[in-house]
């Protein structure tokens, strides 16, 4: 069983940055990968970006591209969100997804899609951008 728990959220003006972290623990496959998930008031969930454990490789989806910023530190079982020139639209609650499904390929775009079909949740963090 995995576990994952978010930190770091928080509340910051336009333009702002914040670093999200997520501590995963139980047995981690490094051809599994690891995302950020995030749902707005009224909205769907959406993808923010995923990483391949083993290689590294990564995804983000086309609005957050050049301002968010997906790593991990496996040693230490955490991923980390960077998240600058933050936007009023990236107000959400964010979540951190240790994806169950296996990708050998190591493909971040096929993380990306495939943890929201199965993974092991966090409870989330809220992130709250004001103008």
């Known amino acids: 069983q995995v576990q994952v728990v978010e930190s770091g959220g928080g509340s910051v003006q336009a333009g702002g940055s914040l670093r999200l972290s997520c501590a995963a623990s139980?047995?981690?496959?490094?051809?599994?990968?690891m995302g950020w998930f995030r749902q707005a008031p009224g909205k769907e969930r959406e993808g923010v970006a995923a990483?391949?454990?083993?290689?590294?490789?990564?995804y983000y989806r086309d609005s957050v591209k050049g301002r968010f910023t997906i790593s991990q530190d496996n040693a230490k079982k955490t991923l980390y969100l960077q998240m600058n020139s933050l936007k009023p639209e990236d107000t959400a609650m964010y979540y951190c997804?240790?994806?169950?499904?296996?990708?050998?390929?190591?493909?971040?775009?096929?993380?990306?899609?495939?943890?929201?079909?199965?993974?092991?949740w966090g409870q989330g963090t809220q992130v709250t951008v004001s103008s």
């Open positions: 997804a240790a994806g169950r499904v296996l990708v050998p390929s190591g493909s971040g775009a096929y993380c990306y899609n495939s943890i929201p079909a199965s993974a092991y």
């Open positions: 139980g047995y981690i496959d490094s051809r599994g990968c």
């Open positions: 990483i391949h454990i083993g290689g590294g490789s990564t």
